[in-house]
Every structure is written in structure tokens, then in C-alpha cells.
């Protein structure tokens, strides 16, 4: 049975979700929250999760075909959940995850154009009911994503779909906001304003909807 809250923070490359879900994280820990909360990642998150995370991220697996991409990445989510997400869940806690299913039907649903159909079965079997309460949707347009990508080289690893083309991450970004636009449980946060104002616009957004 699911006592937690359950949290996923979206958006194309670049988005700036890694950095605002650590201001976030302080925003939280300021608030008093400091023990109700763990912070995890897709893909990876677990021990076996993040060995599968290392094969789909290897630059020099170019030749990885797109519907065993989008195996993996269902594989390496159902670990995570049985895991990590559910026993935690299970503690009560609010588990904020940088990324989930939505990122296979975005990516690999509509940017590979393996149909979102096809990615929801595998994910389907994968997760079973658990969907996110809320999703937090960290929109910035393709290519401001990119560009910030560019400039963090040296400072982040560049990986294997980092190196996909602008129309590659413009067809993910609109994925992104089709989704928004069709599901209530997927809110819109504007990711090109500074981190810490993005940041602030989240922790609003988990109060307005009960979750903190
Ligand atoms: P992530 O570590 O979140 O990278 P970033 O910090 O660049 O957002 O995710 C790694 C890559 O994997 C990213 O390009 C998105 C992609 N991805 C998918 O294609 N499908 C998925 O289901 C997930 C979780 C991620």
C-alpha cells in the first residue's frame, strides 16, 4: 500500500533539472522537511538500476537499437521502483524522481517514433499503478537546452542522447508539453528563469497541490 507522496520532475536536456531539484532540496530542508523526502534519479537509483544506466548512456553504444533502449530504460524504472520508490513510499516518505515514465513515452514514444502505445505496455508491466501524484514539468525550448549543454562540457559528462540533433530535442520538448497539456497531473514550470526562482516555483507548486 502506498503511504508516500510521489513526485517526478521532467524536461528536455538541459532543462536545468539537476540544479533545481538540489535548490529545491534546500528549499525543502530550510522548510523543515529535511527527513520526510528522498531525492532519487531515472535511469539509475539503485544499485542494479544505475549498472544499467551506464550501458545506456556509453557514448560508444551507437549502435543500441531503439526498442532495446527503450527496454532497458523500462528495466532499469521497474528496479528503481522495487527498490528504492516503493519501500520508501511505504515509509510515508515524498520521493521526488528526477525523471520517469514520461521521459520513455517523450523519448522514446514520440522522438524515436516507437509509438507511445507501444512504450506504454512495456511501462505498464514495468511499473504497474504507479504513476507520479505530480509531475513537475521543467520547460525550456530545445535550444536553450542545448546551448546550456554545450557550455557545461568539461563540467558534466556529455552523453549518449545529449548527443541527438536540435530536431531530436525539439520533437521531445513538444512531447513534453503535449503531455502537460492533455494530464492534469502534469504541471508546466518555466525553466528559463534563474535556478533559484525555478526552484521557488516548484516548492510553490508541491504546497498549492498538497503535497508538502
Ligand atoms: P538524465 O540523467 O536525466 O540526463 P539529463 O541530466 O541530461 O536530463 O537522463 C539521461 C538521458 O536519458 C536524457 O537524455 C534523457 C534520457 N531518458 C530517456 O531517453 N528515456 C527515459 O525513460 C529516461 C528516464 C531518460
Not at 539503485?46 to 545506456?56: M, V
Request: aromatic share 6%; glycine share 6%; charged share 25%.
Amino acid at each position: 500500500m502506498k503511504k508516500g507522496r510521489f513526485i517526478s520532475i521532467e524536461g528536455p536536456d538541459g532543462s536545468g533539472k539537476s540544479s533545481t531539484i538540489k535548490a529545491l532540496s534546500q528549499l525543502l530542508d530550510q522548510a523543515g522537511w529535511q527527513d520526510q523526502y528522498i531525492l532519487t534519479r531515472e535511469p539509475g537509483g539503485s544499485a542494479i538500476a544505475e549498472q544499467i544506466r551506464q550501458i545506456l548512456l556509453d557514448v560508444h553504444n551507437q549502435d543500441m537499437d531503439h526498442r532495446t533502449e527503450a527496454l532497458l530504460f523500462a528495466a532499469s524504472r521497474r528496479q528503481h521502483l522495487v527498490e528504492t520508490v516503493i519501500p520508501a513510499l511505504e515509509a510515508g516518505k515524498i520521493v521526488i524522481c528526477d525523471r520517469f515514465v514520461d521521459s520513455s513515452l517523450a523519448y522514446q514514444g514520440i522522438a524515436r517514433n516507437i509509438s507511445t502505445d507501444l512504450i506504454w505496455q512495456i511501462n505498464h508491466f514495468a511499473i504497474e499503478d504507479y504513476l507520479p501524484d505530480l509531475t513537475l514539468l521543467i520547460d525550456v525550448p530545445a535550444e536553450v537546452g542545448l546551448e546550456r549543454i554545450y557550455k557545461a562540457q568539461g563540467k558534466r559528462q556529455f552523453d549518449r542522447l545529449d548527443r541527438e540533433s536540435v530536431d531530436f530535442h525539439n520533437l521531445v520538448r513538444q512531447a513534453f508539453l503535449d503531455f502537460a497539456a492533455e494530464q492534469e497531473r502534469i504541471v508546466l514550470v518555466d525553466g528559463t528563469k534563474p535556478v533559484d526562482q525555478v526552484a521557488q516555483d516548484c516548492l510553490e507548486l508541491l504546497q498549492a497541490h498538497g503535497i508538502i
